[in-house]
């Protein structure tokens, strides 16, 4: 599961955070879904938005989607990063129902109130937090050990893959 800030919300972003999401969204009658993104980058900019999509889809085949509120909460300016694809994705949005909240950064999830309250003091309601977590970029590769650099065996990443010398020329992490 999410830590600290995330932790009373799900996410896809995990297997686990995606057999929750499926679960909770199997029982839904008439609630509200906040699919937000709590800070910049993120990992994939328009899965959040095809989250929204899919759900309305889901709901609509189960006929329950005229009682189920969907707001996409953003701290974009749009709906998307690309001006085009921002006014074509918030017209979707749009034409399925769906609410946008722009310029949002969340400062609080209140899982006790049901809501997301930004820095600026504006809130979103929901009964379910759908958050797309930040990304933390990619692990950095390992340093490798005296032994393997006296030994003149190849240097191998924490992931067990190896190096070569041109990918080690120039790089602090194998210094």
């Not at 509120?69 to 998307?80: E, K, Q, R």
């Not at 694809?85 to 999830?109: I, P």
Request: hydrophobic content about 40%; overall charge negative.
């Amino acid at each position: 599961m999410l830590d600290g800030l995330y932790r009373d919300a799900l996410t896809f972003y995990s297997l686990e955070g995606a057999q929750a999401l499926l679960n909770r969204l199997a029982a839904f009658r008439e609630e509200r879904i906040a699919v937000a993104v709590m800070d910049m980058p993120n990992k994939c900019p328009v899965a959040p938005l095809e989250f929204a999509f899919l759900a309305d889809w889901y709901f609509r085949e189960r006929s329950t989607r005229d009682r189920i509120d969907i707001t996409h909460v953003t701290p974009l300016d749009g709906a998307f990063t690309k001006p085009v694809a921002w006014q074509q994705l918030q017209a979707l949005l749009e034409n399925q129902g769906s609410g946008l909240v722009t310029e949002f950064n969340t400062g609080t999830l209140d899982a006790q109130a049901a809501k997301l309250v930004s820095y600026d003091g504006r809130e979103v309601e929901f009964d379910l937090a759908v958050v797309v977590p930040p990304h933390g970029g990619a692990p950095r590769a390992s340093t490798p050990t005296s032994s393997s650099r006296s030994s003149g065996s190849t240097p191998s990443t924490s992931s067990g893959m190896s190096t070569t010398r041109s990918a080690r020329v120039g790089n602090p992490a194998f210094t």
